[in-house]
C-alpha cells in the first residue's frame, strides 16, 4: 500500500544497491523475500532508472467503438445518479429509470463530438505506461550485508538469451600433449678412428761442399 511522502523528504534513497532487476515486480518480489526473512525493512527504497513513458496502440478508433464507449459511460454516470435520486425520493421509483437513459443518451453525443473534433489528429486508441529500464533496491549501510544475502548475489542476474548463446566463442580445443623426448642409446656410438701420426718427411739435405 502506497503512502504519500513527506513534503520536505524530496531527495533519492542513499544507501547500497543490493540487487538489480527488470521489472517492478521482481524488485517487489525480492523486498517481500526481505520481508519473510524477518530482517530490518526501514530504510529499503526501490529506484527505478531511465524512465521512459511507454504508449501502446490497442486499434483504430471507429464511429462505433466511440458510440459504445459513450454509451457506456453515459449509462454508468446515469445510474449513478438515479440511485441518489431514489435514496433521496424514495417514491419517485418510477422516475429512476430516466436518468441512466438520458446518461445514455449524453454519452454518445458527447463522445462522438469529442471524437469529430479530435480524430484527424487522433484516430487510435492507446493505453500509457511509465517503466524504468532497471529497477534497484537501495538498502541502507548498516543493513545492506544482511538485505543481500537474503536476496542472493544473483537474483537479479539475467538468463542468457539466446544471441548471446549463439555468438559465444566455440571452447578452445586441448592442447596437444608435448612429444616425449627420444630414449638414449644403450651404448655409445664408437668415436671416429683417430688419423695415425706419421713422422713428418724429412727434407733433403745438401752435400757437404769438398
Do not use: C
Not at 520481508?35 to 530504510?43: C, F, I
Not at 501502446?56 to 457506456?72: E, P
Request: avoid cysteine.
Amino acid at each position: 500500500m502506497f503512502q504519500r511522502s513527506a513534503a520536505g523528504d524530496q531527495h533519492l534513497p542513499h544507501g547500497v544497491v543490493v540487487a538489480s532487476f527488470e521489472t517492478y515486480d521482481q524488485a517487489q518480489a525480492a523486498v517481500a523475500k526481505v520481508s519473510g526473512s524477518e530482517a530490518e525493512l526501514a530504510g529499503l527504497a526501490i529506484i527505478g532508472n531511465d524512465l521512459k513513458l511507454v504508449e501502446r496502440i490497442v486499434g483504430r478508433l471507429t464511429w462505433g467503438k466511440v458510440a459504445m464507449r459513450g454509451a457506456i459511460r453515459g449509462l454508468g454516470f446515469g445510474a449513478f445518479l438515479g440511485l441518489l435520486f431514489l435514496l433521496f425520493v424514495p417514491e419517485a421509483v418510477s422516475s429512476v429509470l430516466v436518468f441512466p437513459l438520458l446518461g445514455l443518451a449524453f454519452g454518445i453525443l458527447l463522445s462522438v463530438v469529442q471524437h469529430a473534433l479530435v480524430r484527424r489528429k487522433r484516430d487510435f486508441a492507446s493505453t500509457q505506461q511509465v517503466l524504468a529500464a532497471r529497477y534497484d533496491v537501495v538498502a541502507p549501510q548498516e543493513i545492506a550485508g544482511k538485505a543481500m544475502q537474503v536476496i542472493g548475489q544473483r537474483e537479479g542476474a539475467p538468463d542468457p538469451t539466446e544471441a548471446q548463446l549463439q555468438s559465444a566463442p566455440p571452447p578452445a580445443p586441448p592442447a596437444p600433449s608435448a612429444p616425449s623426448a627420444p630414449s638414449a642409446p644403450s651404448e655409445r656410438p664408437a668415436s671416429a678412428p683417430a688419423p695415425s701420426s706419421s713422422p713428418a718427411p724429412q727434407g733433403r739435405q745438401d752435400p757437404p761442399a769438398s
